[in-house]
């Protein structure tokens, strides 16, 4: 991870909420092994503040335009080549089958995803990538400034990496799947890896649905 890239003012606080900082890399990004915040530990939290940022369509969106609705939110990059789209998956694959149990509550629920890479995730790059995981899933991204102050206000660490021998890089970043409730108050760390499922690729989404079913009211 580029240490010296990140917020540093930030890291005390993610570290302090159990927030893991996992460099998006190939086969440097195991998060299976980390330990996540139990649910309900952000209740009180300060985490989150009104935004304007641009969703796949290009049309602008705030936070209050999701007042009413518990936030499923996730900080990542569409380039991200292991963690981001594993934990997506495992999110949205909960999320469809919430859908399907219980679609009354599920329709409270609103998926969001929010990009650390305005430079490369442009409204028509988001757009493609969300599709690929849920009809439901907003895609979000701003300016290089846009996206500094709404990580910053969302406790999410995050600095550009070069890629050896190329013009390339990637985005260290916390992990941070979140759950807000429906005033926009944060809730929970959203369990995408189930510790005591051997399977993770089965036991991740049997963690986020029970997640969903008992905080989602």
């Known amino acids: 991870m580029a240490g010296g890239a990140m917020n540093k003012a930030l890291l ?7 927030v893991l900082v996992t460099a998006c890399n190939m086969g440097g990004g195991d998060a299976s092994n980390s330990s996540q915040s139990a649910p309900g ?3 009180g939290a300060r985490i989150g503040a009104p935004f304007t940022l ?4 290009g049309a602008k969106v705030r936070w209050d335009d999701f007042k009413g609705s ?3 939110v996730y900080f990542g990059y569409t380039y991200c080549p292991d ?31 929010i990009s650390l890479d305005p430079e490369r995730d442009t409204p028509g790059v ?15 991204t701003g300016s290089k400034d846009d996206i500094a102050k709404v990580a910053k206000d969302f406790v ?21 799947p979140y759950l807000f409730g429906p005033d926009g108050e944060p809730v929970a760390l959203v369990p995408v ?23 989602v009211k």
């Open 12 to 18: 005390p606080l993610a570290l302090s909420l159990g």
């Open 126 to 140: 988001i757009k493609t990538y969300v599709a690929a995981f849920h009809p439901r899933l907003t895609g979000l």
């Open 156 to 176: 999410v660490v995050y600095g550009k990496e070069e890629a050896k021998g190329t013009s390339d890089y990637l985005v260290s970043h916390s992990r941070t």
């Open 41 to 43: 530990d952000l209740a």
């Open 193 to 215: 890896d189930d510790p005591g499922t051997a399977d993770k690729d089965e036991g991740g989404p049997d963690a986020v649905l029970a997640f969903l079913e008992k905080w």
């Open 70 to 72: 518990y936030r499923l």
């Open 83 to 113: 963690v981001c789209p594993v934990d997506l998956q495992r999110i949205m694959q909960a999320f469809t089958r919430f859908e399907k149990a219980d679609p009354a509550r599920a329709a409270k629920v609103q998926p969001i995803f």
């Open 54 to 57: 641009t969703n796949q369509d």
